[in-house]
């Protein structure tokens, strides 16, 4: 565990890493991560592109899962439970560890049906609720109001920073049903300033 | 110098390519004049007299058209599942690299060895005898390659984006390929496999020995029943009809409307494109 916080002592912690190692085939790209990250904050990952802050982010969904070759070493806890555990239900994971891409990455469908997407797979099929999903989740994204008159517009013609704010609503949509803490936890990456934001 | 290369080169590309047209167009030429005359309702319509010297071509159209149908109805699902499992499931590994390259193979071999494959596997061993069942597997497995390479090609050209986003958002595997994967390549995978299909609806050798009948006066009435079928009727009509010679018409208008189907099919594809291409772009 990490030995020196610049925590308070009594100050919870939603993600700790011990000591974690990350390969891309042959190739190292994270060295002895070991971080303690306090749960209701925003925490920031700053630092140079390409020195590993979005494969970190990755690692915590483990999104890194989907690339052939690449090995995690190491302990990732989330909520004191650790991630790489044998046994873990990565898709229960991921739904609860919301993540937005640096590019983003809107479905070439309605914005609707890509704010709906998240809680459609995850069975909610009522319209009233989805409906009420989609604008609570939009608003939350700070995009509401230039889009609630084209919900059924394809979501491609918007502008870039519509589109990644959208993405924000689409991975926030997912969120209401997972356990308290979880809704707090939502890591994007910003193109300004360049660093990656927990 | 460098300009004059240019040029020379320019006017060489397109030469050739004008040449490809001028070969389409006399086909096309040739057979329309020479077939239109004997295009009428009753042509199509009605079922040949004399051994086809007579009469119209309606049980060969009928019979290549269920032999499409059914080839499409074999060929597509196991096609496009194969290619889901080539592109989205299965690792790199030797014995996929040795999967692909039976594959590529198998789309290198001529089509009488499949007439040859299909006689041997499901006319005899399977026991379905000459019948469109026998006949319609034989055409599917010809197909088999071009429509997994198509719908392979098709599958991967999804954007990495849209899979990353649909697994952050809690999706599993297959939900993200029925949801963010399919809908998108769809437009791809159809249009490859009706291209395959209307070049299998052409071929003769496959069904030669597997279905097609010499003269069938009849329609069928079930799938193991034997039909007539365009690409047959006209080889039958233009090489071994003893009238061969005073029949001309008789071949032109097979030809012209075995082509006409084909052309309808790959408008069908184009059709099905457009509309997928208008509903999803990126």
């Known amino acids: 565990m990490v030995e020196h916080s610049i925590y308070p002592k009594d100050m919870e912690m939603v993600i700790t890493t011990n000591q974690v190692n990350f390969y891309y085939g042959p190739t190292q790209a994270l060295f002895d991560i070991s971080l303690l990250i306090p749960a209701k904050q925003v925490t920031a990952l700053i630092g140079p592109s390409g020195c590993g802050k979005s494969t970190f982010l990755r690692c915590l969904n483990r999104m890194n899962d989907t690339i052939p070759l690449s090995r995690v070493i190491g302990n990732i806890f989330i909520n004191q439970k650790n991630i790489y555990a044998p046994g873990t239900d990565v898709v229960e994971l991921r739904k609860e560890v919301g993540m937005v891409f640096q590019k983003s990455n809107p479905f070439p469908k309605s914005i609707f049906d890509n704010v709906a997407y998240g809680p459609r797979i995850h069975g909610e099929k009522n319209h009233t609720r989805l409906t009420e999903i989609v604008e609570q989740s939009l608003r939350q994204a700070a995009i509401w109001d230039e889009v609630k008159d084209r919900l059924h517009a394809n979501a491609m013609g918007l502008s870039g920073g519509q589109q990644q704010r959208l993405c924000i609503a689409r991975a926030l949509a997912v969120g209401p049903k997972s356990c308290s803490w979880t809704s707090r936890l939502r890591p994007w990456t910003q193109n300004q300033p360049r660093g990656s934001k927990i | ?282």
């Not at chain 2, 077939?35 to 071509?57: D, K, Y």
């Not at chain 2, 059914?70 to 690299?97: C, H, M, R, W």
């Not at chain 2, 089509?111 to 499901?122: A, D, K, P, Q, T």
Request: aromatic share 10%; net charge positive.
């Open chain 2, 1 to 282: 110098m460098n300009n004059t290369a240019d040029k020379f080169i320019l006017l060489f590309l397109r030469l050739i390519t004008y040449a490809i047209v001028v070969v389409i167009g006399y086909i096309l030429f040739d057979i329309i004049k020479n077939g239109i005359s004997a295009l009428n309702w009753q042509f199509v319509s009605s079922f040949p007299r004399r051994s086809g010297a007579e009469g119209g071509i309606f049980p060969a159209i009928i019979g290549t058209f269920y032999l499409v149908v059914g080839t499409i109805a074999v060929s597509l699902p196991l096609g496009i599942g194969g290619a889901i499992y080539l592109a989205e499931y299965a690792d790199q590994g030797k014995f996929n690299s040795l999967v692909r390259l039976a594959i590529i193979t198998l789309a290198g071999v001529p089509s009488i060895v499949f007439g040859l494959f299909g006689l041997g596997v499901f006319v005899l061993f399977c026991g379905f005898g000459p019948s469109i069942l026998a006949g319609s597997l034989t055409l599917a497995c010809m197909v088999l390659p071009t429509i997994i390479v198509a719908s392979e090609e098709s599958l991967r050209a999804v954007p990495k984006g849209f899979r990353d986003a649909s697994l952050a958002l809690g999706a599993t595997k297959w939900e993200m390929i029925r949801t963010n994967i399919l809908p998108y390549s769809m437009s791809g995978m159809i249009t490859g496999s009706i291209l395959g299909i209307g070049r299998a609806a052409g071929e003769t050798a496959p069904i030669l020995l597997t279905v097609a009948a010499f003269y069938l006066p009849r329609l069928p009435k079930s799938v193991f029943d034997q039909v007539m079928a365009l690409p047959y009727h006209l080889y039958i009509l233009a090489t071994q009809h003893p009238e061969a010679d005073r029949i001309r018409h008789m071949q032109y208008g097979t030809a012209l409307i075995l082509l006409l189907l084909v052309l309808g099919l790959s408008l069908g594809a184009i059709l099905i494109r457009t509309h997928f291409r208008k509903k999803f772009r990126w």
